[in-house]
């Protein structure tokens, strides 16, 4: 199996829009029983960004995920159909990837917020596997990259 990328998803726009794209991920949940992920059906010829273990919640969040990376390609292309924006977390830590996609519809303008090597390298691994950061064991490093990243994206 591929190395698994966490998605979280959160859409805006419109309320009978947002109604319409839960809509499409609640048909996906059934789709998604199979194994094989689940992916749009109104997306053609897209070999990769299926979208396996989707939950949704009772606020507006999608949580997912793919297949080594994100699957931003994807979801922009249901964002355009429904008229919605999208703010995408994603993180697969094998492949040092954590970082935050904004879009906007309206303009097709996505913005990619990542954290580079050198800004994960904060965190590391001690011989027992355990996290360390800043000379202190800690739980999780999602807590201190998502610091980062907040960081980042309010810098910019």
Known sequence: ???ICNNTLLFSG?????KAVRELFEEMLSDNEDGYGAIPSFIANVFDGYMFDIYLDKT???SYWTKWCPNEDVIK???DKYKVDFVLDYEELGCG???RF???HKTKQLIDYCL???EMSVVDTNDNGEYI???EEIECPEDIYTEILNKKIKNN
């Open 116 to 118: 580079t090597d050198e």
């Open 77 to 79: 292309l249901i964002a």
């Open 97 to 99: 990837l954590f970082g």
């Open 1 to 3: 199996m591929a190395n």
């Open 60 to 62: 507006d969040y999608v």
């Open 133 to 135: 950061y800043n000379g």
């Open 14 to 18: 419109k309320p009978k829009n947002l």
């Open 102 to 104: 904004f879009y906007n």
